[in-house]
């Protein structure tokens, strides 16, 4: 390994130690992002019946600028789930009293519409699910939903909020956390070996301390 360069590569490593422990930083947080929208919907959430009125797959579009100014960096395209619904967001059902206290079939359901936009507008909601839900459900099914005063019109599936589990981050981290420690040792490896060369060759050099 060149001399000049043993030093800069000591330190790639440990930047890139520093960057793993970002990565499990970043998992974390997401991890306790889901977990605290889960408790809110378990604590302040209400409970309702969801007519499914349409489906519609979308799609989202992310522009990447390239690094290049003659570059016009790329465009990243996902496909998404749409069910749109009509339920009671103002349901006077908590979700801890679900189904202990009230049963399934005796839950709120959204009214008949009326053909006025601004009272139909009230029970309307959207929901994002995955492409088997969206496939298995149809226009007319009756959902399950939850959802808190400050995510009326985005109700969850009562079956996600039970279902939620946290541990897909675990390996994530655990892995972020295991390539950190492992460029950190070989970076701290590298740089102590530069440093006693350093120190080694300073001794032959005449007029030095031995």
Excluded at 40 to 67: H, I
Excluded at 77 to 85: G, H, Q, R
Aim: hydrophobic share 45%.
């Amino acid at each position: 390994m060149n001399a000049i360069a043993r030093p800069w590569i000591g330190l790639c490593f440990k930047l890139m130690a520093v960057l793993a422990l970002i990565f499990a930083f970043i998992f974390f947080m997401r991890m306790m992002d889901d977990q605290s929208e889960n408790d809110k919907l378990q604590n302040q959430g209400v409970v309702s019946r969801a007519l499914v009125t349409a489906k519609k797959k979308d799609q989202t579009t992310t522009q990447t600028s390239g690094l290049r100014r003659r570059s016009s960096g790329s465009t990243t395209t996902n496909d998404i789930w749409v069910l749109s619904i009509r339920h009671v967001p103002k349901s006077t059902v908590k979700y801890a009293d679900f189904p202990s206290k009230v049963k399934e079939a005796d839950l709120p359901v959204a009214p008949a519409l009326t053909g006025d936009p601004m009272k139909d507008a009230g029970n309307g909601g959207v929901m994002w699910v995955t492409e088997e839900f969206y496939n298995k459900t149809k226009v007319g099914d009756m959902l399950t939903v939850v959802n808190t005063p400050w995510d009326s019109e985005s109700p969850v599936l009562v079956s996600e909020v039970e279902a939620f589990d946290p541990s897909p981050y675990y390996p994530k981290m655990a892995i972020a956390l295991a390539l950190m420690l492992i460029f950190w040792f070989i970076g701290r490896r590298i740089s102590k070996a530069s440093m006693l060369r350093g120190i080694a060759a300073a001794s032959t050099v005449p007029g030095t301390n031995p």
